[in-house]
């Protein structure tokens, strides 16, 4: 294994096979990251091979215009003002151990972490984790406020990180001065309604969804990285948890029955009926052209956020033309019924090797 993807959601590049009886050594990916966060200095050496490995993540990450729509903040803004606040946006990648924002200090940015794990907490109590995908600092980049609530510290050999400059968010208002009251209406409701996270709207079958159902919905999303060649998922494929899943970067393509389809490109989403329960299997195969991040999100996490939020199964019920499944009765139904686990990945270049 690769020491600078330790702790990050790439799959093994290949298969390593004994042929004769072997020791092996096998270090945990926490323990390499618990030493790195005691010792970030350790990672200064090897700093130049680690910048090329984020150097390749970053050729497949979105544009900052992409990652600046998807903020819960600026759903529904011009994309012509956006683009102009994500074009005085910055990216920086920062090594294990490394802080990207300290409790106290002044600040007047929002950041978006796009790949890696970072720690965020206060002084003397228990730090959580933020996955790809997560921001913070809306409130600084508003002026609500000009210094850091909690510490930010890169738990990952690296992390890739979007910086938008409350500079540019007041230069993108001056060019588009039509946006000054809606960000004017949401200052004044900040205690009450603050707004922050990414938006999942772009999904057709949440478009109809009220927003707390799609967070409630997000929390038990996940990021996971696929090589080229890599498949996503496998036609004919049965899943115990089946995901439906967003290609938030990168090109893959469609199989059917072995033969190449369409290209899908960022933003797509498919496996909505696996999702839901309408299918046992995977009508087709997705395989990753480049290196993609996709980001997935299991049956559990649906039927969990429908028992907090039941006026949305009326959604769902319209959309499949019949009831969807009581979640309880759902996970009877997994435990029994379900042959399969999660899909296989399949590489071409191992077709026909025995394993």
């Known amino acids: 294994g690769d020491l600078f993807f330790v702790g990050?959601?790439?799959?093994?590049?290949?298969?390593?096979?004994?042929?004769?009886?072997?020791?092996?050594?096998?270090?945990?990916?926490?323990?390499?990251?618990?030493?790195?966060?005691r010792f970030p200095g350790a990672m200064i050496s090897a700093e130049s091979r680690t910048l090329k490995a984020a150097e390749y993540v970053e050729q497949n990450l979105l544009t900052p215009t992409e990652v600046a729509s998807s903020l819960n903040l600026f759903s529904g803004r011009a994309i012509r003002f956006v683009n102009a606040v994500a074009n005085g946006g910055e990216r920086q990648t920062l090594l294990c151990g490394q802080t990207l924002a300290q409790e106290g200090s002044s600040c007047d940015t929002l950041f978006v972490l796009e790949h890696g794990i970072c720690l965020s907490g206060r002084l003397h109590q228990e730090a959580r984790e933020l996955l790809p995908g997560s921001s913070f600092g809306e409130e600084m980049l508003l002026g609500i406020s000009n210094f850091v609530k909690e510490s930010v510290i890169v738990n990952s050999p690296f992390a890739v990180v979007l910086g938008l400059p409350r500079?540019?968010?007041?230069?993108?208002?001056?060019?588009?001065?039509?946006?000054?009251?809606?960000?004017?209406?949401?200052?004044?409701?900040?205690?009450?309604?603050?707004?922050?996270?990414?938006?999942?709207?772009?999904?057709?079958?949440l478009q109809r969804c009220d927003l707390d159902f799609v967070e409630a919905l997000g929390v038990t999303a996940k990021v996971r990285c696929y090589m080229p060649g890599q498949t996503v998922v496998v036609q004919g494929e049965e899943e115990e948890d089946a995901r439906m899943f967003v290609l938030v970067g990168g090109v893959a393509c469609v199989e059917l029955n072995g033969k190449k389809g369409p290209r899908i490109s960022a933003g797509a989403a498919f496996g909505e009926l696996m999702m839901m329960g309408a299918m046992s299997h995977r009508s087709a195969t997705i395989r990753a052209m480049t290196l993609c991040f996709v980001l997935g999100i299991p049956r559990s996490g649906l039927f969990d956020a429908l028992e907090r939020f039941p006026a949305e199964r009326r959604h769902f019920e319209h959309i499949l033309g019949g009831e969807v499944p009581a979640p309880a009765a759902n996970r009877r139904q997994r435990r029994g019924s379900w042959r399969g686990s999660a899909a296989r990945d399949s590489w071409p270049c191992l077709e026909g090797v025995p394993s």
């Open 167 to 205: 500079a540019a968010f007041l230069s993108a208002l001056e060019e588009q001065p039509a946006e000054k009251g809606h960000f004017a209406d949401i200052i004044g409701l900040w205690e009450e309604e603050p707004i922050s996270g990414t938006q999942w709207r772009h999904i057709e079958l």
């Open 8 to 37: 990050t959601p790439l799959p093994r590049p290949a298969t390593v096979r004994a042929r004769t009886t072997v020791e092996v050594v096998r270090v945990p990916a926490e323990a390499w990251l618990k030493v790195m966060r």
